[in-house]
């Protein structure tokens, strides 16, 4: 359910810019997920874009935000299918990136922050990179056979006097309570001179624009704060990193979030995790028939996910910041 909210003056201090008077904006349900009833109420602020929810009125709620299913697991028959695809696009699209910034630095150690069923850790080590994954979800974690995902938190890891020369944050931070307090406490974890990848939906891309409260990037509930560019970048130099490159196009990202916003029913994560709730199947005949249909908007899609990209509105941003 959506409802606009622009007569009702409720405001709230912007977690990102400190702007006092973010106006509530929409009230939305779990479209995508169904993992939750009811309804959340999200903020906008005028000055830096950002579209967030006010922790107080939902922290005790986060946990029940995430459904069982909700990370994908590697398996046989249809999901090495799938496994495939999704290797070749975080190849393409995270990897690459990655692999961009740590050229002739191959002793450099990498932590993936919420790295899901480890992905990225598994392809970052097959292409040369001493890198590890950190994973609050235990069903996630226990889906990794290499030893290199750390069940648990950064407080952990801190604790334990861990450090690394690079962190990465693939649509993590937009979950997090409090973004500000969370990138300054990430510090400790890096070495001097240490390096952030921050990828996360930008409510300033045209696919943003285009759909409003039916955006696929809000996520709602899950996503807490949805950045724009302008407010990451200014969130990232107000907790001590300095921007070294912004990247507008993902592959994995960009198109998907243009079909899932188009067509909810089809999105294949949520329907997997519906289907999983419905039945306690995680695959179905209807289900792969879904992920054809889908594949196919998928590929459709792209020319629109380039061209927003190619202007500087990309539906995800990918950010490259330091500190000395
Ligand atoms: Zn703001």
Redesign the pocket.
């Given at each position: 359910m959506t409802t606009g909210l622009r007569d009702e003056k409720v405001f709230r201090e912007?977690p990102?810019?400190?702007?006092p008077r973010?106006q509530a904006h929409w009230r939305l349900g779990d479209r995508f997920f169904g993992a939750v009833p009811g309804n959340f109420l999200l903020y906008r602020?005028e000055?830096?874009?950002?579209v967030f929810q006010d922790v107080a009125e939902i922290e005790q709620r986060i946990p029940s935000f995430y459904p069982p299913g909700y990370w994908w697991k590697p398996g046989a028959g249809i999901s090495g299918l799938e496994r495939a695809y999704r290797e070749w696009v975080v190849r393409r699209d995270q990897l690459s990136f990655v692999l961009s910034l740590t050229q002739g630095q191959e002793k450099l150690r990498c932590l993936d922050i919420g790295c899901g069923e480890a992905t990225f850790v598994r392809l970052a080590v097959a292409a040369g990179l001493d890198t590890y994954g950190l994973e609050q979800s235990k069903e996630a974690a226990d889906c990794d056979r290499s030893g290199r995902v750390f069940h648990g938190s950064e407080r952990d890891l801190i604790e334990n006097g861990e450090k690394f020369g690079l962190l990465t944050l693939f649509h993590s931070l937009e979950h997090m309570a409090e973004p500000f307090d969370y990138l300054r406490g990430l510090q400790k974890l890096l070495t001097r001179p240490g390096g952030l990848v921050v990828q996360a939906p930008n409510t300033e891309s045209l696919q943003a624009r285009l759909f409003g409260s039916r955006w696929y990037g809000l996520d709602c509930p899950r996503h807490i704060t949805n950045f724009s560019l302008y407010?990451l970048c200014y969130l990232l130099g107000k907790a001590g990193y300095r921007i070294r490159r912004v990247r507008h196009f993902s592959l994995r990202d960009n198109a998907a979030g243009i079909a899932s916003s188009l067509f909810p029913m089809l999105d294949p994560m949520s329907q997997k995790v519906r289907l999983l709730r419905r039945t306690g199947a995680a695959h179905s005949v209807g289900l792969l028939l879904k992920e054809l249909v889908y594949l196919n908007l998928f590929l459709l899609a792209q020319p629109l996910a380039a061209l927003e990209a190619a202007l500087g509105r990309g539906g995800t941003v990918t950010i490259y910041a330091t500190i000395d």
């Open positions: 912007c990102v810019c400190d702007y973010a602020c000055a830096c874009a950002c407010g």
